[in-house]
């Protein structure tokens, strides 16, 4: 069924993928962490990013704060970034939020921080696999949980075969899954022993599905409706399956350098502050609340997937956020006692 969303989500996804196939036509900058003196393959513009970042220090009076993560589904992500410093505002240096421009994969970002040369940051998922020494990261999970919550984007002719599934073992034993080779999560479905075939390439997973190579995408609760509706324009009989969800534990971190250890006790300090006094959540709301009422309507059961790949034991806080107690409960094997 053709489903609505906000025009804004839509055109911003749409601008998005625009964006990342020009890239992808004109070529991506290499940078590694060997040649993070040698700038010369990038544009003038991300020269002139970098020499402003190598000259600021403790003693400027700005230091700007680079992330890469600047497409629209980590919106929320920058957005509490913003909310984070201007706890600190008046502290000196004060640090600026700056955006890099040029394409770079997780895996370049990683070394791009790894180098120190500059302060960047990023997001990403806490995995025992991707242990990198000198990095630090937040206190807290920034997203609350959701990113571990799945819905799968399938086709019409599948819906049946997907209402027959009843447990994990079916799962593994009849469904083919669509997955980006790349994704942290790619080796949580492997330890779930799920049937995956694998692409390098997001935009490659849909014309696929239409293909009939697989029977379903798992995409996350807050990209999924604007995905179905931006590809049912080339392949309208893709739909999402509402009946049930995947739940897996994925934890969201902030990291940076250990050697700026500065800024991430202004960024812990500054998610405390936003934690205690309620902006958090509130801004929390303002970017899922779409989501929340979905599942607010829903309710789909659950089946519960492993992640042994956490650091530590999972944390369910703040899941009331966005779940409902009967959610919870499906999660965490018991109701909330309270919600922060």
């Known amino acids: 069924m053709f489903r ?3 025009f804004f989500r839509l055109s911003h996804f749409i601008l998005a993928l ?8 004109f070529g ?25 970042s190598q000259t600021s220090s403790p003693r400027s009076e700005v230091v700007d704060l680079w992330y890469f993560q600047t ?6 992500r920058t957005d509490a970034m913003a909310l984070i410093l201007s706890y600190t505002s ?5 640090l600026r939020l700056r955006p890099w421009t040029q394409p770079l994969t997780q895996q370049r970002a990683v070394s791009v921080i790894r180098n120190r040369q500059f302060p960047m940051f990023a997001t990403l998922s806490e995995h025992r696999q991707y242990q990198i020494p000198e990095l630090i990261r937040t206190d807290s999970n920034l997203v609350a949980g959701l990113m571990g919550f799945r819905l799968l984007l399938s086709h019409q002719k599948n819906l049946a075969k997907l209402s027959a599934i009843q447990s994990m073992g079916d799962i593994q034993s009849k469904l083919r899954i669509g997955f980006g080779q790349h994704w942290r999560d790619y080796s949580i479905l492997e330890a779930n022993n799920l049937t995956l075939v694998g692409t390098p ?21 807050n990209q999924i409706f604007t995905e179905e509706q931006y590809w049912q324009s080339r392949f309208p009989d893709i739909q999402v399956f509402e009946e049930y969800a995947w739940y897996y534990p994925y934890p969201i971190y902030l990291y940076m350098h250990k050697d700026y250890q500065w800024i991430m006790e202004r960024i812990n300090y500054g998610f405390y502050r936003s934690m205690q ?10 970017h899922f609340q779409e989501e929340i009422d979905w599942l607010e309507r829903k309710q789909p059961k659950l089946i519960i997937l492993k992640n042994p790949f956490l650091e530590s034991e999972p944390s369910f806080h703040n899941l009331c956020w966005w779940a409902p107690r009967a959610l919870i ?10 919600c922060n």
Do not use: W
Request: with cysteine.
């Open 4 to 6: 609505q969303v906000s």
């Open 71 to 76: 497409h629209v589904r980590h919106q929320f």
């Open 18 to 25: 625009t964006l990342s196939a020009v890239c992808g036509l």
């Open 329 to 338: 409960q499906q999660i965490n094997g018991k109701p909330p006692a309270h």
């Open 28 to 52: 991506s900058v290499e940078l590694h962490a060997q040649a993070a003196n040698s700038y010369s393959a990038i544009s003038q513009t991300g020269t002139s990013q970098i020499a402003s």
């Open 277 to 286: 006094d309620g902006s958090m959540r509130g801004l929390f709301k303002k």
């Open 90 to 94: 008046k502290e000196k240096p004060r």
């Open 201 to 221: 390439h997001y935009s490659n997973l849909f014309p696929m599905l239409e293909a009939d190579r697989f029977d379903a995408i798992p995409r996350g609760l």
